[in-house]
């Protein structure tokens, strides 16, 4: 594992639990952007740069498409949750953690021999985080950054298993159909909102 | 002049949707495009010369059945177009219902899109890429089940989840399926693969305990587009998923395989049948009852050595007319009263006679009552089952029953009067608008199930696509 993989996967840690740990649009984005960064150098570990470039773009454009859509949003202001639900969700991500170190290898020698650990664990990493978001939480925006999360995981796996340019337009195209699902989900309900305030406000 | 077939029946409907959603307000005109479209296809795809040939004066149109993107290939066989013109014309009958007002402007391009992906999708080669044009199928689906004036409910979103989370366990299933075909029998790695792949069909089916979403959209979401979703994936899905068993012998011939599917079969049944034997909401009950139908897809797909193949693709037109009778009469209901409970639907049939006939037939002809449109198929399955062992054919039974169950209560709320209403005679309120696609549907669901061979057994050179499965 040479220090740049280290980095990417320490990157793909700390972005996954800041997602699973805070609910706040402007964090989880910023983490959101660091995370496909990351994802960008392990599937340049498996494709050419010209290639795996297309994952970091894409990636951006659909984190770009749902945080320029909150800040739109009329209702900036993300409740203060208590500290007890923040050191729940931090422990369940711990778990997790643990959870992959413990089976990565056994994964790597059963399924996935000719695939380098980092790639595992980083995969599993962002597949497990996603998992637990999309369990603890019923937030149209944390759902689909979850399930961006987990497509990513599942991306860095796949890049060292397969290449093709069909397969990654069509992923391209799943990423920003889902990211543009999101925004719908976002827009919907901020006008249900402003409907609803100009409605009392009367 | 050289044409292709994947042009005709994936990309032009997607350029007529475009069109319909930039006028997505103007109702009438996105009917008769979509109507015209779904029924155009149906009707290409229905009557296609085998020598992919037409001539028209002097114009010579020949077809080629494939189309080369990116490296790889969609294909439009002539083998397949039964299949195709049957989920065309499904659409063009969904887009009939879809005229009603109270049905959101944004399913009728997203209807035609999400035909077309699943047309692509049973065509791409390599055939696992078929995921990917699924995914983005159930993405386009999302404007329908939750149009924008209504709230983001948790079922859609559980819904976009759970079928999300398939994508990635069918392509690592078809990356795992290439190394496993020369390995012992007896090997680990086969048992894997096959776990990973039934997870993901599983996800995509929403077969037990990944349901939990059916329930909630069928609750929350217009009942039309619904009726219209768990009718088509599930159909388009167990299609794709004979691939599988075509091309993989280690499938093909794995018993355990297909008793796997008896068995995850008759449990969506009985608890299909269980759920919706005392649901009070009828909308939930059609979720339940779509349940139970799954159910009875993945038996008959493990009962393939009985002739189940066949009643699979025989069960596909009856769940399209009664999905759809179904659908209708249930928004038309909603649009007519405050709940949907049982007992707020006390007195209904004396108001409203001709729906509450049509939602009444939809069930029983669901359950398999004789005479109605799947009752051939049911019984046919129920005695292949019976065949198999005592028990399956019990339970398929005991399964059966509880639509049954549910229907014989909301028939007794449906008639009996409602003591609030001052009137509680009969009378016949409905306008011909409202009655007239409701009795032909209802008389699409008697002919079905009178004469089956002659209306459900083209269907089946479906299979002639599949060559080891024939």
Redesign the interface.
């Known amino acids: 594992m040479d220090a740049l993989s280290t980095l990417a996967f320490s990157l793909i840690v700390i972005t996954a639990m800041v997602i699973l740990i805070f609910r706040d649009w402007r964090i989880n984005t910023a983490a959101l952007t660091l995370q496909y960064l990351a994802v960008f150098y392990l599937v340049t570990l498996s494709w050419p740069i010209g290639l795996a470039i297309v994952k970091l773009i894409v990636g951006w454009m659909a984190t770009a498409a749902i945080g320029l859509t909150c800040l739109r949003q009329m209702d900036v202001d993300t409740p203060i949750e208590p500290t007890s639900s923040l050191f729940f969700r931090g422990l369940a991500g711990l778990m997790v953690i643990l959870v992959i170190f413990v089976i990565s290898s056994t994964l790597q020698e059963t399924v996935f021999p000719n695939v380098d650990l980092v790639i595992i664990r980083s995969g599993l990493m962002l597949v497990g985080m996603a998992l637990m978001q999309l369990g603890t939480n019923a937030l149209p925006f944390l759902t689909i950054m979850s399930l961006l999360s987990f497509l990513a995981g599942f991306e860095v796996i796949h890049a060292a298993l397969e290449r093709s340019t069909l397969l990654i337009g069509l992923m391209a195209s799943v990423n920003l159909g889902l990211a543009l699902v999101g925004v719908y989900f976002i827009m919907k309900n901020n006008e249900r909102n402003v409907v609803q305030k100009e409605e009392e406000n009367k | 002049m050289t044409l292709n077939t994947p042009i005709l029946w994936v990309f032009l409907p997607l350029v007529i949707s475009l069109i319909t959603g930039i006028f997505h307000r103007r109702r009438i005109f996105g009917v008769i495009a979509t109507c015209t479209t779904g029924f155009g296809l149906g009707t290409l795809a229905a009557f296609f010369p085998e020598d992919m040939v037409i001539s028209i004066g002097p114009l010579t149109l020949t077809f080629v059945e494939s189309l080369a993107?990116?490296?790889?290939q969609i294909i439009i066989s002539y083998q397949i177009l039964p299949f195709i013109a049957f989920i065309y014309f499904a659409t063009g009958l969904w887009a009939v219902g879809s005229a009603r007002p109270s049905v959101p402007g944004s399913f009728r391009p997203t209807s035609l899109v999400v035909t077309a992906l699943l047309t692509a999708a049973l065509g791409v080669e390599p055939f696992l890429?078929a995921a990917?044009?699924i995914?983005?199928a159930i993405?386009?689906s999302?404007?329908m089940l939750?149009p924008?004036q209504?709230?983001?409910h948790?079922g859609i979103?559980r819904f976009?989840?759970l079928q999300?989370?398939a994508?990635?366990f069918i392509?690592?299933a078809g990356?795992?399926l290439s190394g496993v075909e020369t390995l012992p029998p007896d090997s680990?790695?086969i048992v894997?693969t096959m776990i990973i792949l039934g997870l993901g069909f599983g996800l995509w089916l929403a077969v037990f305990p990944f349901h939990s979403w059916v329930p909630m959209v069928s609750e929350k979401a217009h009942p039309l587009p619904v009726s219209f979703v768990l009718f088509i994936f599930p159909t388009a899905i167990a299609l794709f998923s004979l691939n599988f068993l075509d091309r993989y012998t280690f499938l093909r011939t794995s018993q355990g395989l297909y008793q796997s599917l008896r068995a995850i079969g008759v449990l969506m049944i009985v608890l299909g049948g269980l759920w919706v034997a005392y649901q009070e909401n009828i909308k939930r009950a059609f979720g339940f009852s779509a349940l139970a139908e799954t159910g009875f897809l993945l038996l008959a797909i493990g009962l393939s050595d009985q002739m189940g193949l066949s009643w699979l693709l025989m069960l596909f037109p009856t769940h399209a007319i009664n999905f759809w009778l179904w659908g209708f009469t249930l928004s038309l209901i909603e649009t007519r009263t405050d709940t949907l409970s049982m007992r707020g639907l006390q007195g209904f049939a004396r108001r409203y006679p001709i729906i509450s006939s049509g939602l009444l037939i939809a069930q029983l002809s669901v359950a398999g009552l004789p005479l109605f449109a799947a009752f051939p198929i049911k019984i046919a399955l129920l005695s292949a089952g019976f065949n198999v062992s005592a028990g399956l054919g019990t339970w398929i039974f005991i399964g059966s029953l509880g639509l049954f169950f549910f229907t014989v209560r909301l028939l007794n709320d449906l008639v009996t009067p409602d003591n609030e209403l001052t009137t509680s005679g009969w009378s016949l309120t409905e306008k011909s608008s409202v009655y007239l696609p409701i009795l032909l549907a209802i008389l699409a669901v008697i002919i079905m199930g009178l004469f089956p061979h002659v209306i459900l057994t083209n269907i089946t050179d479906t299979l002639t696509t599949f060559n080891q499965l024939q």
């Open positions: 993107i990116l490296g790889r890429y990917l044009f995914q983005a993405l386009f999302i404007p939750s924008l209504s709230k983001t948790p979103l976009l989840s999300t989370l994508m990635p392509l690592l990356w795992l680990p790695l894997q």
